[in-house]
């Protein structure tokens, strides 16, 4: 599967954005997706993840209640809803494949990475 993140931007603090990622071929409801983002500075950290049917999800502390990951499995496409949005959520968001159907936290459990899309949170 190949993936491509895209609905990255700037945008206040407080506010909202949504990130897609559309996946090409067939097996995409074989797998369980995952955002993880990368600040400036830092290592690449877990963000969120979906079971390969969309029954299960994990987020992170730092983004509970304030994110929400989805997919479309007819669209092959995940999404990650993001509310009331911070500056310490300023990062490059990656979304990425995990190796079998379950929803996993680490990365090292992932092998099918997308490109990265920028959000930039201002104060």
């Known amino acids: 599967v190949q993936l491509q993140a895209s609905g990255g931007g700037l945008v206040q603090a407080g506010g909202s954005l949504r990130l897609s990622c559309a996946a090409s071929?067939?097996?995409?409801?074989?797998?369980?997706m995952g955002w993880f983002r990368q600040a400036p500075g830092k290592e690449r950290e877990f963000v969120a993840a979906?079971?390969?049917?969309?029954?299960?999800?994990y987020y992170t502390a730092a983004v509970k209640g304030r994110f929400t990951i989805s997919r479309d499995n007819a669209k092959n496409k995940l999404y990650l809803q993001m509310n009331s949005l911070k500056p310490e959520d300023t990062a490059v968001y990656y979304c990425?494949?995990?190796?079998?159907?379950?929803?996993?936290?680490?990365?090292?459990?992932?092998?099918?990475w997308g490109q990265g899309t920028l959000v930039t949170v201002s104060r």
């Open positions: 990425a494949a995990a190796n079998g159907p379950v929803a996993r936290l680490e990365l090292r459990e992932y092998d099918r």
């Open positions: 071929g067939r097996t995409f409801s074989s797998y369980g």
């Open positions: 979906i079971g390969n049917r969309g029954g299960l999800t």
